[in-house]
């Protein structure tokens, strides 16, 4: 009898969809994309009318703004936020300032002012440099660059061997085409650097993007560089490389300068993650022990690579001799995990014999790339971890099979080097163990195959009242026919009482993703009974509920919550056989007639 009442509702499957409902709601949505000093009122402002004579900090700052950004350091306390008016400010310069304890404290913050778009022309120095006799490092600092200020030209802070601490630069758009700069882009030493969500480009034709050197054998190797979301692109040499619409006004020429993406020369504790690097001229990320420098505790994860000059794409080498098994290039970590390369990877010994490059606590795992390899896979037993990698010439124990993946765009210079439905790597990736998301943000699946490379093509998430996996409700079919392709079965389906809607299956990721269409062809529900798809407060298929009304939940067989909808297995326990979203007016409802 209740079997017969719970097909009134079903979703096309043998699993009812019925309602019952267990409390909560839909958590509410927060944005994290501000950062921790935008809620702080300026202390200082600087202006391109300001004046230093009669800047002050405080209450009347907005009123008497400096001129120069070194004067407003020099005024700022620790924690601080130094407000940056609109307009164009040429090479300004900040050096080192103890007043108000801020070298030590909480880091002073120069962004721009409310609605202001500023544009630096030229370098931004922190402290003594190259072009200056004297000065020292400025510390704890943060460039915040709120997605409007734009530097043409770069940052520098080589201080004649001297290390700077807790230097963040975020969100702004750095880049050149000139013949009046030939620096690097970022030249900035600093332990405790953060580069996150800063666009690198165009540059030409004479630099590197970021440059991290150590300056001499005497000095030690930098600590705890971050590089997150950052997109590096056009870095060429010379202006007919740059993607056409950086051409017109391009002036430079190549002096000969080495150019790479990356180039560090040493790091005790590195990441870089989340990154586009494309259309580059040289290697992408070098890694190049010089002047004695170490790689230890090195992550470079979900990062998409392409260069155009034949170099690998990511190397780890050296150009000493001092190496060998008691001073290693690498003596801790190493981990280069979910990265697309349209070129290669390399590990190559430069001066020393490859089965020195490893010390005794190094532990190197290369896992869920998807490239080309140019090195043997055989390096020295219990120190390297192969894993689920797919190279396009080679397979090395551990790896997948290999393959030629299908990119959306693998051309010069407009790159996009997503996988597209049906190519070699899709669920050819680790299986993780914890969650995990894509360059993208996309989730990764837990307990089965993710994608190998950067990009997960179809999030795992579950997203209540909004979306499982690609489908999300309200979108168009044609969306969802040009992501999954044509299903396998179409069909009329009864979801409710009174309430018929047109459902196409899929069969995919070991069991089914059914979409359900309202008559003007756009989604109104969707349902899955596959491990594939999860997400936050989202009870997983399989999963066993111990904390609902179990005679309540039995009777129905199904319940809702927080806008998910659950079918539960039969059987003495509540077990989680299937999850849906619907639309509100189309959700599936219980009939109690005859309970």
């Known amino acids: 009898m209740h079997s017969a009442r719970a097909s009134s509702c079903a979703l096309g499957v043998a699993l009812a969809f019925c309602v019952v409902s267990i409390g909560g709601a839909a958590g509410a949505r927060t944005d994290h994309r501000s950062t921790a000093a935008s809620g702080h009122r300026p202390s200082v402002f600087v202006s391109p009318s300001g ?123 750095v880049w050149h085409t000139s013949a009046r700069y030939d620096g690097d882009l970022f030249g900035v030493l600093s332990d405790n650097l953060v580069i996150r969500h800063v666009e690198i480009g165009p540059i030409c034709c ?39 619409k950086y051409r017109p006004g391009c002036g430079a020429t190549n002096n000969g300068n080495h150019i790479d993406g990356l180039h560090i020369w040493g790091a005790n504790g590195l990441s870089i993650l989340n990154s586009r690097w494309l259309n580059l001229s040289g290697q992408v990320l070098f890694l190049e022990g010089v002047n004695d420098g170490q790689f230890n505790d090195v992550l470079i994860k979900n990062n998409m690579l392409a260069s155009t000059g034949g170099d690998p794409l990511i190397i780890v080498t050296s150009s000493d001799h001092v190496y060998g098994p008691s001073y290693p290039l690498i003596n801790g970590y190493m981990r280069i995990v979910h990265n697309t390369l349209a070129g290669q990877l390399d590990f190559e010994g430069g001066a020393l014999p490859s089965d020195q490059w490893a010390g005794p606590n190094a532990q190197v795992t290369i896992a869920g790339n998807i490239g080309k390899l140019d090195m043997p896979c055989a390096q020295e037993t219990g120190k390297w971890t192969w894993e689920n990698n797919m190279w396009s010439q080679d397979r090395c124990p551990g790896d997948s099979a290999k393959g030629t993946p299908r990119f959306v765009d693998g051309s010069a210079p407009t790159y996009n080097l997503h996988l597209v439905r049906g190519s070699p790597g899709l669920g050819r990736g680790p299986v993780e163990t914890q969650g995990d998301v894509d360059l993208d943000g996309h989730l990764r699946p837990i307990g089965v195959r993710s994608d190998a490379g950067a990009s997960q093509r179809e999030t795992a998430a579950v997203r209540p009242a909004r979306s499982i996996g690609a489908v999300k409700l309200g979108e168009k079919e044609t969306n969802v026919l040009a992501f999954y392709g044509a299903p396998k079965r179409t069909f009329m389906a009864r979801v409710a009482p009174g309430i018929r809607l047109r459902e196409s299956r899929y069969p995919i990721h070991g069991s089914w993703l059914n979409v359900f269409y309202a008559n003007n062809a756009t989604v109104a529900g969707v349902s899955t009974g ?66």
Not at 213 to 219: G, L, Q
Not at 553 to 579: E, I, K
Request: glycine share 8%.
């Open 51 to 173: 004046n230093d004579s009669t800047c002050v900090r405080g209450a009347r700052a907005a009123a008497h703004p400096c001129a120069t950004f070194n004067k407003a350091w020099q005024l700022a306390c620790a924690g601080d936020v130094v407000a940056l008016d609109g307009g164009t400010y040429a090479d300004p310069s900040i050096k080192t300032n103890t007043h108000c304890g801020k070298e030590a404290g909480a880091p002073v913050t120069f962004r721009p002012a409310r609605g202001a778009r500023v544009t630096i022309k030229g370098e931004l120095d922190l402290g003594a440099n190259t072009d200056q006799s004297s000065g020292a490092p400025p510390a704890s600092l943060t460039i915040n660059g709120a997605h409007r200020v734009t530097i043409e030209g770069g940052i520098e802070s080589w201080f004649h061997g001297a290390y700077t601490r807790n230097i963040t630069i975020e969100n702004l758009h």
């Open 530 to 595: 596959s491990r594939y798809y999860r997400g936050k407060a989202v009870a997983p298929i399989g999963t066993t509920l111990t904390d609902i009304p179990a005679a309540k939940a039995r009777s129905c067989r199904s319940m809702v919550r927080s806008h998910v909808y659950y079918s539960l297995a039969p059987g003495t326990q509540l077990r989680v056989a299937a999850l849906a979203v619907f639309r509100s007016r189309f959700a599936p409802r219980c009939s109690t007639r005859g309970r």
């Open 206 to 244: 004479s630099s590197s993007g970021i440059d991290l050197a150590r300056p001499s054998a005497a000095n030690r190797d930098l600590r705890n560089v971050a590089i997150d979301h950052v997109y590096m692109h056009d870095v060429r040499r010379d202006c007919a490389g740059l993607s056409p």
